[in-house]
């Protein structure tokens, strides 16, 4: 249990937050989430970082939050926009709020339904994630993209569904220089 | 229960949040809370607003959360600042989280010990508000303070425990030109 108040502070323009919990994904880590993945990953020979996240976690209690940014590298895996991994909360019961500091993203939601939706992110933009929705985000941006999260302490993170799943039902791809929401070819329904 | 997936856009200048709903706290509806509230408020003729809160809030479950902005607007009632009513949340262990966006505030916190703590909040700080702690926001500058907030959807206002004890322990007045923090005279322990 957290007994004190405290402060940190948030850097819009970086994305950083002093203190926080610094994690790290790069292509290795996620390679399979790609169409292209495992291919790129092995001809590249380098392993680019796709985002960074700063989180300041409490305890695993009902009635605490935890909070923090992912900063999101602009790029594509073959033409995959650089996405996170994406998963439900493992109390599916839990919401999540997103809210836009920079750049441009897209949030894929899925529910246990197979329900998909689509948001559109950008500075100031607040994104609410009811209980039940997997959630991935997506740089389609020529920068970085970052924004602030914030969810139930206890709400857990349950990466296997999506992974088993094959990844959300759809994909974001560039095709001719467009930006497109394709069907993922490789989702078991 | 909230079943879709939304967004809305904060205007980090103004703090509005589009689609919100709007509450306005003037003088009137908090005069016994300031020191010479009543007198201020009879004299003046007038009945200033105090703060606006912009606020998405959903059904009272667990898992959810609402959020929302408050605009403070700059002021004294006498020598104290303008502050907000203040409260526990009713069920007690549930957190909140503050993020301030423009102008310059203080956050002040008690427990149910009677243990007091100030926080200084201005763009880019985020405050973490643990279970157990009552809140109240003062602003001290010469503009509006605006903050960010969020918590638990099934948290609730206790607004009682706070009007009973006369208050927070401190109140935050403008001294000869300084900004004191001093003992509340009407503070029952």
Redesign the interface.
Known sequence: ????????????ESGK?EGAKLTIRRLSDMADLYLEGKEVSLSSGVDPIIYEIYE?S?PS?????N?GTTVMRPGKVGKEFYMTKGHFHS?L?????Y?GLKGIGL?L?QNQDKEF?C???SE????????G?AHRSVNIGEGPFIY?F???AD?GHDYESIMKMGGFCKIVVEDQGKIKIQDNPRFKA
């Open positions: 249990m957290i007994k004190n108040p405290y402060t940190v502070n948030l850097d819009p937050i300041c409490h209690l009902e009635g605490d939050m909070f109390k019961h839990t919401g999540e709020l809210q949030l939601l939706k948001l559109k992110l100031g933009t607040l994104a609410y994630i009811p209980p929705w602030f914030i969810y139930p709400a």
